[in-house]
């Protein structure tokens, strides 16, 4: 970088430190439920990343767009922190230790340790990028750019130049114009799984005032760049509607900046980008810390009358549900969000502790430490299998799935590619596999196995971190029947009401909670997303000119649909055009999310060093033949048995369907 060119980033970086400084973002006035709760090393990130945000908007006003190309972002890191403009930035290192107090990865990817088992923040998976795919690693885009209307943050505008149509806007025309169907052969435990995985692999947090605050961006007139309020239209049946006077939103954050070189916004991901049960085990080592017993390789549990449930949380500040009723800790910040998830949290820790104890009897010996970390990886590879072996094949299709080669091999071994980036796709994360949000009933029936009885209903539009339903009719265990026994829904443009009308509402609050399906959609704009049409070149299908060129993959009803929304096809937001495809043969999603979801697990699969299949080799351990023999027969019903043997007496042949 020439000295002109610094000195013009110095001077940038000193301006965008006095303008933030004015900039008023709007605490809310009292607290609202959110899941997208940033944790204390991505709010690190944001400090930095809208500097850079402002700074870079400072020089594309003044310089023009093509003066960024001159600037080395290389170089960006160290000038933030001689500039003094913001509170030292925090190395990777720096952020590792900044969580004091609880147990450290050690972040030396020359240390034997951390070739031997994965570190909990994903740190030197791959030796040469070591940060790569880890907590807090960016979001890729799939297409290789963003698009933002000024290039930097704003959200795309249709391409009359006005704005596109309000996301709540699209979600009522997409269900008055779709007739909910329920799935004839899948059941409601694929949604759930499925959700677990997108755990797993995603977790966005959402932007922060300046002090780790928590955002109002329910005003319709926002100047914040942290908010992307949602306009309620003037007929709507349950939010408090617009009227020629005054415009009502819908509260809606944006993702977290966490940009660190000049360019455009950069959404992030919190948790480990890879398969690896950072739901159970936290991406973080507060998390990873917060939810050991530290005795015998143990995770905490608690038993009560409806048996076994995860630890506590008695800091939840999100908790609905009073005591005794708390939320519960586990690796994973959402896992008392619905009255689905506690029960397979639960179920995969069970598993752990069972691993963990014959560990223990086989090897008396052993230390903490050790038997945690080899049921770790017993845990994971079983679960890696599940996903690639049971899950996947249902959710793209067989022909996809072997040519992608995403299917587990019989004998011998896959090979690690380190030049994989298994970072999660923008795309992935805030579109396509939020597929399963059709997939999602409005209710849990729960049964009690002994006698196949439904014992209780119980909807999720009323019960968000709310966990009273848990500690009674047979506890997790009645939830995981249900989900086997119960249908799930079709994948269409048809969502349960409680989807689209009560996510997080408070009990006796109406419209106190949010529509997911339009934040899904406003997600797509926030985190950059080109219009739907511009990915079908990359899946194959043919090129767009006029809305009837979708009939082949949609058919005229959903082309009607979408023109009722859009003015123009160029229009269309990638979560509606996915969700307005037809599923391809024997799978439950269309092409264009298909082939997204693929191209994310085969990076998902070949980035992972410690992918279970992968040969052993000199740097990494992998399972030993034999082990590998073994985690190939895993199987998410035999796990279903052995977690609740009291209650659950037979599981479904093929597990996913009714
Ligand atoms: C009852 C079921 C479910 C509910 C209530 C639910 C709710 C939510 C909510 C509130 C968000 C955050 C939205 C945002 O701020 O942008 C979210 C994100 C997401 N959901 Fe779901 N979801 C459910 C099931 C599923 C399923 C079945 C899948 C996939 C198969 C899935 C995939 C995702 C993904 C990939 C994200 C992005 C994660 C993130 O950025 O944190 N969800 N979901
Ligand atoms: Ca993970």
Same mark, same amino acid.
């Given at each position: 970088m020439t000295p002109a060119v610094r000195a013009t980033v110095e001077n940038a970086l000193k301006q965008a430190r006095m303008n933030l400084d004015r900039r008023v973002e709007r605490p809310v006035k009292e607290f609202r439920m959110q899941t997208q709760v940033a944790l204390k090393a991505a709010k690190e990130l944001q400090t930095v990343g809208n500097l850079l945000e402002e700074a870079t908007r400072i020089i594309v006003t003044q310089?023009?767009?093509?003066?960024?190309?001159? %600037?080395?972002n290389n170089e960006i890191q160290k000038i933030v922190e001689e500039s003094n403009s913001v509170t030292k930035q925090k190395s990777q290192n720096a952020i590792l230790a900044a969580d004091s107090g609880c147990i450290k990865d050690?972040?030396?990817?020359?240390?034997?340790k951390n070739f031997l088992y994965r570190t909990i923040t994903g740190?030197?998976?791959? #030796?040469?990028?070591?940060?790569?795919?880890?907590?807090n690693a960016p979001l890729r885009p799939f297409l290789g750019t963003q698009n933002y209307n000024d290039q930097i943050s704003e959200i795309r505008r249709a391409v009359s130049g006005g704005a596109l149509p309000s996301p709540r806007l699209i979600s009522n025309i997409m269900q008055k114009s779709t007739v909910e169907a329920i799935d !004839?052969?899948?059941?409601?435990l694929i949604m759930q799984f499925g959700q677990m995985v997108a755990h797993d692999l995603v977790f966005g947090p959402s932007a922060t005032g300046p002090n780790g605050e928590q955002l109002?961006?329910?005003?319709?007139? !926002?100047?914040?760049?942290?908010c992307a309020p949602i306009e309620v239209p003037?007929?709507?049946?349950? *939010?408090p509607k617009s009227t020629p006077t005054k415009k009502n939103c819908i509260s809606f954050t944006r993702a977290l900046n966490g940009q660190q070189g000049f360019g455009p916004r950069q959404p992030i991901g919190q948790?480990?980008?890879?398969?690896? #049960?950072s739901i159970v085990y936290g991406s973080s080592l507060c998390e990873a810390t917060d939810v050991r017993? *530290?005795?015998?390789?143990l995770l905490k549990t608690i038993q009560s009358t409806a048996g076994t449930l995860p630890p506590f949380?008695?800091?939840?500040?999100?908790?609905? !549900?009073?005591d005794p009723f708390f939320c519960f800790k586990c690796?994973?910040?959402?896992? !008392?969000?619905?009255?689905?998830l506690p029960p397979l949290h639960v179920m995969f820790v069970i598993e752990h502790n069972r691993i963990a104890r014959e560990i223990k009897a086989l090897?008396?010996? #052993?230390?903490d430490e050790t038997i945690y970390q080899t049921a770790r990886r017993i845990m994971i590879a079983q679960y890696q299998h599940m996903v690639y072996n049971e899950y996947l094949p249902h959710i793209i299709g067989v022909n996809l799935y072997v040519s992608s080669k995403l299917k587990p091999l019989a004998s011998g071994r896959t090979k690690y590619d380190p030049?994989?980036?298994a970072g999660m796709f923008g795309e992935f994360a805030?579109?396509?596999?939020?597929?399963g949000h059709s997939q999602a009933r409005r209710d849990f029936p729960r049964i009690n196995?002994?006698?196949?009885? %439904?014992v209780e209903v119980v909807d999720i539009g009323n019960n968000g971190?709310?966990?009273?339903?848990?500690?009674?009719?047979?506890?997790p265990a009645t939830f995981v029947a249900g989900m086997m026994h119960s249908p799930t829904m079709v994948v269409d443009t048809a969502f349960a009401f409680s989807i689209r009308n009560q996510i997080l509402e408070i009990r006796g609050?109406?419209?106190?909670?949010?529509?997911l399906i339009s934040m899904n959609l406003m997600r797509g704009r926030d985190v950059g997303f080109h219009p739907y049409v511009a990915y079908r070149a990359k899946v194959g299908l043919p090129p767009v000119n006029?809305?009837?060129? #979708?009939i082949p993959q949609m058919g005229q009803n959903k082309v009607n649909m979408l023109k009722k929304i859009y003015r123009?096809?160029?229009?269309?937001?990638l979560f509606a055009g996915i969700l307005a495809e037809n599923p391809i043969s024997?799978? %439950?999603?269309?092409p264009t999310a298909a082939f997204i979801i693929a191209e994310q697990f085969k990076a998902t699969k070949f980035g992972?060093?410690? $992918? $279970?299949e992968n040969a052993p080799e000199q740097t990494v351990r992998g399972l030993t033949d034999g082990e590998l023999a073994e985690t190939r027969k895993a199987t998410l019903g035999g796990m279903i048995c052995r977690a609740f043997p009291s209650n659950i007496l037979k599981v479904p042949q093929n597990i996913f369907q009714t």
């Amino acid at each position: 970088m020439t000295p002109a060119v610094r000195a013009t980033v110095e001077n940038a970086l000193k301006q965008a430190r006095m303008n933030l400084d004015r900039r008023v973002e709007r605490p809310v006035k009292e607290f609202r439920m959110q899941t997208q709760v940033a944790l204390k090393a991505a709010k690190e990130l944001q400090t930095v990343g809208n500097l850079l945000e402002e700074a870079t908007r400072i020089i594309v006003t003044q310089n023009g767009s093509n003066f960024l190309s001159q %600037i080395d972002n290389n170089e960006i890191q160290k000038i933030v922190e001689e500039s003094n403009s913001v509170t030292k930035q925090k190395s990777q290192n720096a952020i590792l230790a900044a969580d004091s107090g609880c147990i450290k990865d050690d972040t030396d990817c020359q240390s034997r340790k951390n070739f031997l088992y994965r570190t909990i923040t994903g740190i030197c998976n791959n #030796l040469n990028s070591p940060t790569a795919a880890n907590a807090n690693a960016p979001l890729r885009p799939f297409l290789g750019t963003q698009n933002y209307n000024d290039q930097i943050s704003e959200i795309r505008r249709a391409v009359s130049g006005g704005a596109l149509p309000s996301p709540r806007l699209i979600s009522n025309i997409m269900q008055k114009s779709t007739v909910e169907a329920i799935d !004839s052969v899948k059941n409601n435990l694929i949604m759930q799984f499925g959700q677990m995985v997108a755990h797993d692999l995603v977790f966005g947090p959402s932007a922060t005032g300046p002090n780790g605050e928590q955002l109002a961006c329910d005003d319709c007139n !926002s100047p914040s760049p942290n908010c992307a309020p949602i306009e309620v239209p003037a007929d709507d049946e349950y *939010f408090p509607k617009s009227t020629p006077t005054k415009k009502n939103c819908i509260s809606f954050t944006r993702a977290l900046n966490g940009q660190q070189g000049f360019g455009p916004r950069q959404p992030i991901g919190q948790t480990t980008h890879f398969l690896d #049960l950072s739901i159970v085990y936290g991406s973080s080592l507060c998390e990873a810390t917060d939810v050991r017993l *530290f005795a015998d390789g143990l995770l905490k549990t608690i038993q009560s009358t409806a048996g076994t449930l995860p630890p506590f949380d008695k800091n939840d500040t999100r908790c609905q !549900s009073k005591d005794p009723f708390f939320c519960f800790k586990c690796g994973d910040l959402r896992s !008392s969000f619905h009255p689905g998830l506690p029960p397979l949290h639960v179920m995969f820790v069970i598993e752990h502790n069972r691993i963990a104890r014959e560990i223990k009897a086989l090897k008396p010996t #052993l230390n903490d430490e050790t038997i945690y970390q080899t049921a770790r990886r017993i845990m994971i590879a079983q679960y890696q299998h599940m996903v690639y072996n049971e899950y996947l094949p249902h959710i793209i299709g067989v022909n996809l799935y072997v040519s992608s080669k995403l299917k587990p091999l019989a004998s011998g071994r896959t090979k690690y590619d380190p030049k994989v980036d298994a970072g999660m796709f923008g795309e992935f994360a805030a579109g396509a596999f939020r597929f399963g949000h059709s997939q999602a009933r409005r209710d849990f029936p729960r049964i009690n196995t002994r006698n196949s009885a %439904i014992v209780e209903v119980v909807d999720i539009g009323n019960n968000g971190f709310y966990t009273d339903s848990q500690y009674k009719n047979g506890g997790p265990a009645t939830f995981v029947a249900g989900m086997m026994h119960s249908p799930t829904m079709v994948v269409d443009t048809a969502f349960a009401f409680s989807i689209r009308n009560q996510i997080l509402e408070i009990r006796g609050k109406p419209a106190s909670g949010f529509d997911l399906i339009s934040m899904n959609l406003m997600r797509g704009r926030d985190v950059g997303f080109h219009p739907y049409v511009a990915y079908r070149a990359k899946v194959g299908l043919p090129p767009v000119n006029t809305f009837d060129d #979708l009939i082949p993959q949609m058919g005229q009803n959903k082309v009607n649909m979408l023109k009722k929304i859009y003015r123009d096809v160029r229009d269309i937001d990638l979560f509606a055009g996915i969700l307005a495809e037809n599923p391809i043969s024997t799978a %439950i999603v269309g092409p264009t999310a298909a082939f997204i979801i693929a191209e994310q697990f085969k990076a998902t699969k070949f980035g992972d060093h410690f $992918y $279970y299949e992968n040969a052993p080799e000199q740097t990494v351990r992998g399972l030993t033949d034999g082990e590998l023999a073994e985690t190939r027969k895993a199987t998410l019903g035999g796990m279903i048995c052995r977690a609740f043997p009291s209650n659950i007496l037979k599981v479904p042949q093929n597990i996913f369907q009714t």
